[in-house]
């Protein structure tokens, strides 16, 4: 274990993350990841960050039910594992991280003791920077260089040194004073050298004036009101930015901020928030809408509050002694308490009349006591909330609601999630609130009352139980310009009018939209809908409609013949009537009947059609522009049975990231050759049009496309320089990955290259033949795949390998008899051509591959054939090896010794398969042989299943090249005599041997052997199934 320790904001978790990339990159660990402690800490949440970066689900309900889960997962890797901002003990067993050789943990803390008690073997000061460091950092953030006035850099130097060398001083001042005047930079050195904290600890002074200082040069009051709000969330908390924005909203009037619509308030405080952001105040997340705030930070913001005389009451899982007891609060203006537990008190009576903010954040509805609320008659925003934004469904008892409602006469902002209500009836007492959120709690019926709350903006009722349908109290609305709402009821059967609606997002009865769920945030505008019929929808819900950023549409019907939207995202699933989706302004303005509506498919950035059956063709004009759109998914639509794009379609697609074909059953080309009038003018044999088409395109997937003989043309196919990821399974039609059209037939030199791939995979595509079709083959050059190889004999490296590189997974399985080796280097067209390498170094290729498939391929007699020395798999870790009939071995001389990195090793039903390695490296290896390196250093697993031709599995000079070794399992082979062959020095081999096919193997000496010459062997069984007897050994 490892301690990086140092003061706050001096850049430890940025080095550690650093760390952690390194370590990724150079591969020295299986498995690397990276938790937020925090303090308090919460085991149950650090063991989620840990399983959500590994890839598992958690479903255990208890802490060590979870962490003994964990433990299982990393029992057999090497992971590298970053603990960040720890401020106690922690005891690792507990998460789930096992204590042992191969896992490594790197812990970031600001206290040295914390290391000590955690007994870590290495701990390490992160220093301050130094003088030539931090004028280096404050140089790039506040953009400073050789050619800027000198009297700028001295200034910028002298506030250099006040910051100390902290590098989050020097990062915030920097940016905050980036394109200011030089009589600002004065004013802020001046600034700086007079006010010095005398309240805090001496270390921090300088950090806390540089950050006041960052504070103070924000211009913006909204910002600096968003960034003390900022303080209120809990340390390292994923601060929600619509949170910021129904909580900042009722606090804005102090500031004489007026709005007069929700979207005005909307754009003022996300511009506020991007302000923080450039002046590195607030830190972005991996979370979607969500920011973060470091924690010295945090500190420097409540301290200020405090010295502005605006005290804030912030804490976690402890309640302030004075909150507990009847005392008055005078000054203070923000409560705020998050993960109370089950001692959650306060004083029934809370004196705060000053008070703008009450949020009172619980683990259990039942938890929070009953607050009287007579006593903040200047309460602003109040919010109730059970666990965290977003949370729904789970309510426990019903919900004591605080006293004396009535007397918030001057609430702007109510928020209560995840609780069981009731009777709402209360609400319409509340005459002067503009925004409700009742964000996944349960009550009777949304109250008639609101209609009246003249001044309502925002209302949420999302996830919602509501016993009584609302649509007649929310069709009354008509002041409301934001709707959050879902719903199982069909929405809005009635006409409702809700002319000022500027933002909604609304779901009404749809059985799946976890597709749709990551996509609402950042979205205006969401509409999903189930069993509407689309043509019938009442104008101001066709208003709705049109003006959709993600519109989903499921079980719909009418609307047959296209779906008018200005929609980003398009989704549609089983609406069984659309026939055709048409992009043509004239049809769609007569299908709305609004012809001052604009709507067409340019905005369009994801496109998904699930389970549309009757669907026959994507209409698009050749006026329509795609150049926007990113992902294209289509599944299980059986009546596209031609052609998907038309050549003008296909070189609008510029934009294309991810292209899904699954199920089209009766596809027959992906691409026509030609445009459905006949015209030639944008046919793709001209080659001009499409020369940026699919350029984009990183992943690329056909599956079940039982009519397609091929994918792309081949002069297409040129175009796929930045494609990752190439997937086609289930294609029993298929001949050609690429195949030959009217251009591709040109006596035309095509140089194809997919330099960015990463993933090849061919399963179960039986009529396959080649990559493209072979009177092609001539004028291709692949790098993508080995073929003709004789036409590049001048090139280093050979061009052929190249992608193969490149590639970290490459399965492929044919069913098929064609395929007869993998990687093939031919010596008379690669070696002896003219001797044009004879003087030249020998070539040596490292290879990114580490997993490799190959499934059912009856006709593959090698894995690699070719010049010894020149690939190397170092990065191969698991080999799988399944019917490949006719391949007799799986490693020869060539690449023996080439494979640091391989643990696990399977191979099943290989018919003719007679060893492990090839005769050849048998004949020249032995014991004394010391120019050998150890070939499998990290082979851990062997199982070999249904092998018949296997006599015996390893020769004594293989077996001692396995150090790591600890399971090995041999299965129904018929034909095994022994498990080591060629044992010198042990007596009675010829004894111990059956030699008869299908017999019993009663060889104890064999076993003994492998676990002499193996000496970590942990599992070894031999296992003659059709006579039920076997060996083992623990």
């Not at 030539?132 to 002298?158: C, G, Q």
């Not at 089950?342 to 703008?356: D, M």
């Not at 004999?793 to 399985?813: D, E, G, H, V, Y």
């Not at 390196?933 to 249904?946: E, H, R, T, Y």
Request: aromatic content about 6%.
């Amino acid at each position: 274990m490892i301690g990086l320790y140092g003061i706050g904001g001096s850049g430890k978790t940025t080095l550690a993350k650093e760390v952690g990339k390194k370590v990724e990159e150079l591969k020295l660990f299986d498995k690397v990841v990276m938790a937020v402690v925090s303090q308090p800490p919460n085991v149950r949440d650090i063991q989620g960050q840990i399983a959500d970066q590994i890839g598992l689900k958690l479903k255990e309900e208890t802490e060590f039910g979870r962490a003994q889960r964990l433990a299982t997962r990393f029992q057999n890797d090497k992971i590298f594992i970053i603990l960040d901002d720890v401020w106690g003990n922690l005891n690792l067993e507990d998460i789930g991280i096992p204590l042992n050789k191969d896992c490594v943990v790197l812990l970031t803390t600001r206290l040295r003791r914390v290391c000590v008690s955690m007994d870590c073997q290495s701990i390490i000061e992160l220093p301050l920077l130094n003088q030539e460091e931090a004028w280096v950092l404050f140089k790039l953030r506040a953009n400073i260089t050789d050619d800027s006035p000198i009297e700028l850099r001295d200034v910028a130097a002298k506030i250099v040194d006040e910051c100390k060398g902290l590098p989050i001083a020097i990062v915030t001042v920097g940016s905050t004073l980036k394109g200011r005047s030089f009589v600002e930079w004065e004013l802020a050195l001046s600034k700086l050298q007079q006010s010095q904290p005398i309240d805090i600890e001496e270390g921090l002074r300088s950090p806390y004036a540089c950050l006041k200082l960052s504070y103070d040069n924000l211009r913006n009051l909204v910002a600096k009101s968003i960034f003390l709000m900022c303080s209120i969330f809990p340390e390292d908390h994923n601060i929600n930015e619509e949170d910021l924005i129904r909580f900042g909203k009722g606090m804005l009037d102090d500031l004489g901020e007026k709005f007069e619509t929700m979207e005005d308030a909307r754009r003022e405080i996300n511009a506020a928030i991007n302000i923080l952001l450039d002046s590195c105040l607030l830190m972005p997340t991996n979370k979607p809408a969500c920011v973060k705030m470091h924690d010295l930070v945090r500190d420097v913001a409540l301290w200020i509050t405090k010295k502005e005389g605006q005290e804030f009451m912030v804490s976690s899982q402890k309640v302030p002694r004075m909150l507990m007891e009847n005392e008055t609060q005078i000054d203070t203006k923000i409560i705020s308490l998050w993960n109370m537990g089950k001692n959650f008190k306060l004083s029934n009576q809370l004196h705060c009349p000053s008070l703008k903010v009450l949020l009172l954040h619980s683990k259990n509805s039942s938890e929070e006591p009953n607050v009287h609320l007579g006593g903040m008659k200047a309460l602003k925003v109040l919010a109730f909330i059970r666990f965290s934004f977003g949370l729904y469904n789970n309510w426990h008892a019903p919900w004591s609601m605080p006293q004396s409602f009535e007397s918030l006469t001057n609430l702007h902002t109510l928020c209560i999630r995840g609780k069981k209500l009731g009777d709402i009836s209360f609400l319409g007492c509340l005459k002067g609130l503009e925004i409700l959120d009742l964000m996944g709690s349960s009550f009777d019926e949304l109250p008639i009352g609101i209609v009246d709350m003249k001044k309502l903006k925002l209302l949420d009722v999302f996830k919602c139980l509501i016993g009584k349908s609302p649509h007649e109290v929310i069709g009354k609305c008509i002041q409301v310009q934001e709707l959050y709402l879902s719903t199982n009821n069909s929405i809005f059967e009635e006409s409702v009018s809700l002319p000022r609606l500027q933002r909604y997002h609304i779901i009404a009865p749809m059985n799946d939209v976890s597709d749709v769920e990551p996509q609402r945030f950042g979205a205006s505008k969401v509409l999903c809908i189930g069993g509407a019929n689309v043509s019938a929808l009442s104008l101001s819900m066709k208003d709705v409609f049109c003006r959709a950023d993600i519109l989903c549409l499921q079980y719909c019907i009418g609307g047959n013949t296209n779906f008018p939207s200005n929609a980003n995202y398009l989704w549609l699933k089983e609406c069984k009537e659309i026939k055709l989706l048409v992009d043509n302004m004239i049809e769609a303005n007569a299908n709305i009947g609004d012809s001052s509506i604009n709507c067409s498919f340019q905005k369009l950035v994801k496109l998904h059609i699930s389970h549309c059956f009757q669907l026959q063709k994507l209409h698009f004009s050749k006026s329509s522009s795609m150049h926007n759109l990113k992902t294209l998914t289509l599944s299980f639509c059986e009546g596209l049975c031609t052609t998907l794009f038309t050549p003008s379609i296909a070189q609008t697609l510029v934009s294309l990231e991810e292209l899904n074909i699954i199920e089209c059953r009766n596809l027959r080309h992906i691409l026509a050759e030609e445009e459905e009038d006949g015209n030639e003018d944008n046919n793709y044999s001209d080659h001009g049009p499409l020369l940026l088409a699919f350029q984009n395109l990183r992943t690329f997937e056909v599956i079940h496309c039982h009519q397609l003989e091929s994918t792309l043309p081949v002069s297409l196919a040129a175009n796929l320089i930045r494609l990752e990821s190439l997937i086609v399974k289930f294609c029993s039609n298929l001949k050609y990955v690429f195949g030959g059209g009217k251009a591709d037939n040109k006596s035309i030199d095509i140089d194809i290259k997919m330099p960015a791939l990463q993933i090849f995979l061919l399963l179960n595509v039986p009529s396959l033949i080649g990559l493209c079709p072979t009177i092609l083959e001539k004028n291709i050059v692949w790098t993508v795949c080995i073929t003709n190889l004789n036409q590049l004999c001048n090139q280093r490296p050979p061009q052929p390998l190249q992608t193969f590189l490149n590639l970290t997974k490459f399965a492929i399985s044919i069913g098929g008899q064609r395929l007869q080796g993998i990687f093939e280097l031919q010596v008379g067209g690669m070696f002896d051509c003219n001797n044009s390498l004879k003087d030249e170094e020998p070539l040596k290729l490292n290879s990114n591959l580490s997993e490799l498939s190959l499934w059912q391929l009856r006709g593959l007699e090698f894995i690699w054939k070719g010049p010894t020395q020149i690939l190397s798999l170092q990065s191969l870790k698991e080999i799988v090896l399944r019917e490949c009939s006719k391949l007799k071995t799986i490693f020869t001389s060539t690449i023996v010794t080439s494979l640091p990195e391989l643990r696990s090793l399977r191979a099943d039903y290989c018919y003719e398969l007679e060893g492990i390695t090839s005769a050849d490296w048998l004949t020249n290896i032995s014991v004394a042989n010391s120019n050998y390196n150890v070939c499998f250093p990290k082979l851990k697993s062997i199982d070999i299943w249904g092998c018949n031709k296997l006599k015996f599995l390893f020769s004594y000079s293989l077996a001692s090249h396995c150090p790591s070794l600890q399971t090995l399992g041999i299965f129904s082979c018929s034909e095994l005599e022994r498990v080591v062959d060629g044992f010198e020095g042990k007596a009675g081999d010829d004894e111990a041997r059956n030699g008869g096919s299908g017999s019993e193997i009663s060889e104890p000496e064999s076993i003994d052997e492998v676990q002499l010459l193996c000496m970590s062997i942990q599992f070894l069984m031999v296992q003659q199934l059709s006579h039920h007897s076997q060996q083992a050994r623990p």
